[in-house]
């Protein structure tokens, strides 16, 4: 997809006069609870006055990302672009038979705009966590009724974005999240079903990172990533700011493989509870990532059913060191892991013999396998001023590696045994009748234009708000390691969750239901705009 094709903002406009009220009513309230936040941003629930659509709102301060504006703005005109494909591609209804479609899965961008303090994007809410939380929470998950089909869904979503010339280059857990509750798990037994449908739920986001395959070479040089699911190529790149533009040349340029790599970390980190490349310090895990030496756990790999057989295989072949040979998004659709899930009749087995092949030693004991902690992106890490070693890398160093390996254990016997009660009626589900009732999917019209802030700059005037509270506190910072580094003063940006939106329209629980009744009544009695 080529973002040259969408118009090129005007945004963020820079020029405009709020003294001569050169300015837009905010067209949105807020909750001023947050459903999270990262190194640059604090998001929270928001709700459309006009249509009264809850979306998510990002608020990135633009202190924060002083002199780097270029990076949302790379952000934004991705995100537009996605969100055009989807629409284009959900419009055009073409028919298509596998049970994820990878458009479905993505991060949707519905409005922009900016304010004194911040740029701002309005995205699809997604208020039922992360899978990074799923995981915690369960100690592991199933192979065969959560890993295999969290792992085609994501599948389809990075090859939806290869194919469209979009490498994501932050694919993590912490990224994946939930849009909706569609059932529990106890219903989809009772369906008869054999995978667990909250895989309909699953959206990638986040695509500060995202970039365009076909762009600028020198942006798929660039150092960025979550330290624990880099690939070796990116690894190559570390320290490239330090070169000459003559040297920095001499690196080759990286592509949608880093996703793949990415996707095998994911998979694994799902299947087993921790990390396949976190060990003790950031130059060890450097070095098993560019040797492609992850563990295995011997007891796992003599699990000697075929899903976890094809689990293993699957994720050997993403860790392919060169990346030439790694397989792509399109081949691992038909690996037989995930292909149950895609209509792939007729299309030749690209695996050939490599479909038995397992890693087959155990590798170092310099693998940490403790709970991995909640891990920030470390984007572009030179360009934002902070020291390589500012990465997400987990430094859990206490307990011996037999410890940790007998609690995990525990943990997936546990999970493994609650999971296993309910028997599986039938077993097997026509992709080409079931995805479509099971999907949770559903194409959002596009709110009226006029209801819209369309990048423009909004300084609301508080004193006109119905229902404005004073700028809050918000909540404590998540415990990601960019926020520790924030905190001890290694960063110079300015920590987004000790101020206010800035937006001035940050209301309670309360106010926010009533503000939902209220412009719901006002709306359909008059239809008059709803004013601050
Ligand atoms: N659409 C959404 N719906 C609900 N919650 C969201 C949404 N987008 C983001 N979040 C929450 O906010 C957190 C931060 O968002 P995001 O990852 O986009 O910010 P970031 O500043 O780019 O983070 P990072 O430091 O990881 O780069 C997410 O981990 C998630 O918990």
Same mark, same amino acid.
């Given at each position: ?28 309230? #807020?909750?001023?609870?947050q ?33 780097? /504006? ?15 494909? #989807?629409?284009?591609?959900e ?5 298509c038979? $596998? ?9 949707? /961008? *519905? ?7 911040? #740029? ?8 039922? =966590?992360?899978?990074?939380?799923k ?6 998950? $199933? ?16 090859? *939806? ?35 667990? +449908? ?7 986001a $986040? ?7 076909? =762009? ?6 660039e ?5 624990s ?22 690196? %080759?340029?990286?592509g ?11 998979a694994?980190?799902? &299947?087993?509870?921790?990390?396949? *490349?976190?060990?003790e ?28 057989? +094809? ?8 860790f392919?060191?060169?990346?030439? $040979? ?10 037989p ?6 209509f ?5 087995? %690209? ?12 590798? @170092?004991? /310099? ?28 430094? #859990? ?19 493994l ?5 309910? %028997? ?26 006029n ?13 006109? @708000? ?19 580094? &924030? ?8 920590? /987004? ?16 239901s ?8 006002s709306?359909r ?8």
């Amino acid at each position: 997809m080529s973002t040259a094709s969408v118009a090129e903002a005007s945004w963020p406009q820079g020029s405009v006069n709020p003294d001569a009220g050169d300015v837009s009513r905010c067209k949105y309230v #807020i909750k001023d609870s947050q459903l999270g936040d990262g190194y640059f941003s604090v998001v929270k629930e928001c709700m459309n006055v006009y249509t009264r659509d809850r979306f998510a709102m990002k608020l990135i301060s633009k202190k924060t990302v002083e002199g780097k /504006l270029w990076l949302i703005q790379r952000e934004v005109k991705l995100l537009k672009a996605v969100s055009a494909k #989807i629409r284009e591609l959900e419009q055009s209804q073409a028919a298509c038979k $596998d049970t994820f479609e990878g458009h479905h899965h993505v991060l949707q /961008l *519905f409005d922009y705009f900016e304010t004194n303090q911040n #740029i701002v994007l309005v995205t699809q809410l997604c208020s039922h =966590g992360d899978l990074y939380e799923k995981i915690i929470e369960a100690g592991s998950l $199933d192979v065969s009724k959560q890993v295999k089909s969290y792992t085609a869904c994501l599948l389809s979503a990075i090859d *939806f974005l290869h194919e469209n010339g979009v490498v994501h280059r932050d694919l993590k857990a912490e990224n994946v999240l939930f849009r909706c509750r569609v059932t529990e798990l106890s219903e989809y037994s009772r369906r008869g079903s054999h995978y667990d +449908h909250h895989a309909h739920d699953l959206i990638l986001a $986040d695509f500060g990172l995202a970039t365009n395959l076909n =762009g600028n070479e020198n942006e798929l040089r660039e150092c960025v990533g979550t330290v624990s699911y880099i690939a070796p190529e990116v690894v190559r790149c570390y320290g490239i700011s330090r070169l000459a533009p003559s040297e920095a040349k001499t690196i %080759p340029t990286y592509g949608a493989a880093i996703d793949v790599w990415a996707l095998g970390v994911l998979a694994y980190f799902m &299947m087993t509870g921790y990390m396949p *490349f976190d060990c003790e310090t950031d130059a060890e895990t450097k070095k098993c990532i560019s040797e492609g030496d992850y563990y295995v756990d011997e007891e796992l790999k003599s699990d000697k059913s075929l899903d976890s057989k +094809h689990f293993w295989n699957f994720v050997h072949l993403c860790f392919t060191i060169d990346a030439s $040979d790694r397989p792509r998004s399109q081949d691992l659709k038909k690996h037989p892991f995930v292909q149950e899930f895609f209509f792939t009749e007729n299309q030749p087995e %690209p695996f050939g013999d490599r479909i038995a092949l397992v890693k087959s030693t155990s590798s @170092s004991s /310099l693998h940490n396998l403790g709970t991995p902690s909640r891990s920030s992106s470390s984007s572009s890490l030179a360009a934002l001023g902070r020291s390589e070693n500012g990465s997400s890398l987990n430094l #859990i160093n206490i307990e011996s590696r037999d410890a940790k390996l007998d609690r995990v254990r525990e943990t997936l016997k546990k999970t493994l045994s609650m999971t296993s009660i309910a %028997p599986l009626r039938n077993n097997y589900v026509d992709p080409a009748t079931q995805n479509k009732k099971n999907s949770t999917f559903k194409l959002e019209p596009m709110p009226p234009s006029n209801s819209l802030m369309n990048g423009c700059f909004s300084l609301t005037p508080e004193s006109k @708000s119905n229902f404005t509270t004073s700028p809050v506190v918000s909540r404590t910072h998540s415990s990601t390691e960019m926020g520790r580094i &924030m905190s001890t003063g290694e960063s110079n940006g300015t920590s /987004l969750t000790r101020q206010s939106s800035g937006l001035g329209n940050e209301v309670t629980e309360d106010e926010y239901s009533k503000v939902a009744s209220t412009t719901q009544r006002s709306s359909r009695k008059t239809g008059a705009q709803f004013d601050f």
